[in-house]
């Protein structure tokens, strides 16, 4: 598969096109409020044909709405159960995650080692501020909340665990800078290679994931 960043009327400008009659592992990815979730609804089901979503949140608000950190123990389990059952299928499925953690490494090898592609899509913002300041919001219309503190830690470690972990082992990325209501593409990778459209904000951004990782 390659990823090919086009303009579209209801997501913008990081569509994602499968050229490739492939297995597809799609990761879904960013910090916590950087719309993730949002993006996967359209993006997913309408610009990939992707019907295999798996969220550990969602899993677990079904499991226990009213305390669903109760049982994320359970919840990873039926995750980890479900993704079994796509790749011994050989069905394309994605996955939300923040990145957070080096969890997701030994997951994008056995897939690979499966014959699947894994492409990244990675939301960014400009500082964990922004992200528990777009938490709040999401929770004053119904969401569910977040510590600040486990939002300003995901926030570090994700973009580190971007740039050292899961850049140099996924397929193909594509870095989305998603402070404005129009999306903008700051470098992707694929089988041509890597390509930064905005330099300036690439640099800032690799910097942050080696001074603050």
């Known amino acids: 598969m390659i990823l090919e960043v086009i303009s579209h009327p209801k997501v913008g400008c990081y569509a994602i096109y499968n050229f ?17 979730t949002t993006a996967s609804y359209t993006i997913l089901p309408e610009i990939l044909d992707c019907r295999e979503f798996i969220n550990a949140d969602n899993i677990a608000a079904e499991l226990s709405p009213l305390n669903p950190e109760s049982v994320a123990l359970e919840s990873g389990r039926k995750m980890l159960k479900r993704i079994d059952e ?4 050989g069905i394309d499925f994605a996955i ?4 957070s953690t080096r969890s997701y490494v030994s997951l994008v090898k056995n897939v690979q080692a499966a014959g699947y592609k894994v492409s ?13 300041k777009r938490v709040a919001q999401r929770v004053s219309e119904g969401g569910h909340d977040i510590p600040s503190e486990t939002i300003i830690r995901r926030y570090y470690r ?3 665990n ?7 082992i996924c397929d193909e990325w594509t870095l989305v800078n998603n402070m404005n ?10 089988a041509f290679g890597k390509m930064i459209f905005n330099n300036e904000l690439w640099d800032s951004i690799k910097k942050d994931s080696h001074d603050k990782s």
Not at 86 to 89: A, G, N, P
Not at 120 to 132: E, G, H, M, Q, R
Not at 162 to 168: A, D, R, S
Request: glycine residues 6%; contains cysteine.
């Open 162 to 168: 971007l740039y050292n972990l899961y850049m140099p």
């Open 96 to 99: 939300e995650t923040t990145l």
């Open 158 to 160: 994700g973009i580190s």
């Open 86 to 89: 796509l790749v011994r299928e």
């Open 120 to 132: 990244l899509l990675y939301f960014w913002l400009s500082s964990a501020d922004v992200a528990i």
């Open 181 to 190: 209501l129009a999306p903008e593409v700051v470098a992707k990778s694929d």
């Open 20 to 36: 490739f009659l492939m297995p597809n592992l799609y990761i879904i990815s960013g910090c916590n409020g950087a719309g993730k």
